[in-house]
């Protein structure tokens, strides 16, 4: 049996769910009309698996730069310098996500609960063969400006979401299902870049005055953190193929509000000509917090077959194409390109490129996904 619904009840129908939940039903009518309906459901379960090769499609880390040409304008001859980015390119790693649904009995309501996360690591480096002024092609570490032999990179991701909806089943005709949803979306995005370099030096003097060039080392960071919360809405589509196939999709939207915090230091280590231990200091170039209103959006498109044990049980399967993108919510390095002319290369702080952080860039992944989900009524 199915209830008739108005275009009007359609409107205000937005209430949240997976789009799979309560795939055991009754078919879809037969009719010359295009009818919307709301199916008249058993009570079930719905457990679901989704595995997808993520690759995050944020800014890439700009770690180091070498740098050829001269650089600040010398007897009013412009600068002819170029710089050469080493970067560290994020690759595909696995996010793996489960939800658990349930349909009431009735007219195609259900309640879904979902987290989906993904987690890696990726890395870059580079090596020069000489220390030196820009125009002799030295290397520069891109957090202080500083020059040295090798250089590393290294990104972390860390995203986690978890989401609470409320969702209505709508037949559209007899082969199409609609699913609106509304609730509510949990987010917490970290990406934290570093950078390791080796084979620096420093000028120093020693007790009596005299000058010693000591052996430099950096660790650098920049770490990005988001937690916010906020509304979620959306709806899923389906449209049914025949023998068991079916073309899915789902298209969400969020406003999360939350806290946004960057932590981004210099810590360098000095040695010794004979390599002992001489001295150690960390510049905090930002430590702030902030509230911030960051937009989202999701979709995916996928070929979804499901195989009927009989009315209480109902097992299927999905492959597909998925992204997420959440707007503005990683705060950019600066760059080095014209700092090299008139950034103090021994102290960090002073008028370099780290004092400002006016770029904003998104967080993104997308990747094929697969899935499975089982129907118990």
Do not use: C
């Amino acid at each position: 049996m199915k209830t008739k619904i108005s275009l009007v009840l359609l409107g205000l129908g937005l209430v949240a769910g997976s789009a799979y939940a309560g795939a055991v039903a009754e078919p879809l009518p037969v009719s010359n009309e295009l009818n919307l309906t709301a199916p008249d459901q058993s009570g079930m379960w719905s457990f679901g698996v989704t595995a997808v090769l993520m690759q995050p499609t944020n800014k890439s880390f700009d770690y180091a730069n070498t740098a050829t040409g001269e650089f600040g304008t010398v007897n009013g001859v412009a600068p002819t310098g170029e710089v050469d980015h080493h970067r560290v390119d994020e690759g595909y790693d696995w996010w793996f996500g489960a939800d658990i649904t349930y349909a009431f009995p009735g007219y195609g309501r259900d309640v879904t609960l979902a987290y989906e996360g993904l987690h890696g690591t990726d890395n870059a480096d580079t090596r020069v063969d000489t220390l030196g002024n820009p125009s002799s092609g030295a290397m520069h570490s891109s957090f202080s400006g500083q020059g040295y032999l090798t250089a590393e990179g290294e990104t972390d991701t860390n995203y986690d979401a978890g989401d609470l909806l409320l969702g209505q089943k709508i037949d559209v005709g007899e082969r199409v299902r609609l699913h609106p949803f509304m609730g509510v979306r949990y987010a917490h995005i970290e990406v934290n870049d570093t950078g390791n370099y080796t084979g620096g030096s420093h000028l120093d003097f020693d007790p009596a005055g005299l000058p010693i060039v000591l052996s430099q080392t950096e660790n650098s960071w920049l770490d990005n953190t988001f937690n916010g919360v906020g509304p979620r809405l959306g709806s899923d589509a389906q449209i049914n193929l025949g023998q068991g196939f079916s073309l899915r999709g789902r298209l969400g939207l969020s406003a999360l509000i939350g806290s946004h915090s960057i932590d981004n230091a210099v810590h360098i280590t000095r040695y010794n000509a004979d390599g002992t231990f001489n001295s150690e200091g960390t510049t905090t170039i930002s430590d702030q917090s902030e509230t911030r209103v960051i937009p989202e959006i999701d979709g995916r498109l996928g070929l979804n077959y499901t195989y009927t044990f009989n009315s209480g049980m109902a097992l299927g399967v999905e492959a597909g194409w998925q992204a997420t993108n959440y707007f503005n919510v990683i705060t950019d390095q600066p760059s080095l390109d014209d700092s090299f002319g008139r950034a103090n290369q021994n102290n960090p702080q002073n008028n370099g490129p780290n004092e400002h952080y006016d770029d904003t860039s998104n967080f993104g992944v997308q990747g094929p996904y697969a899935r499975i989900q089982l129907d118990l009524a």
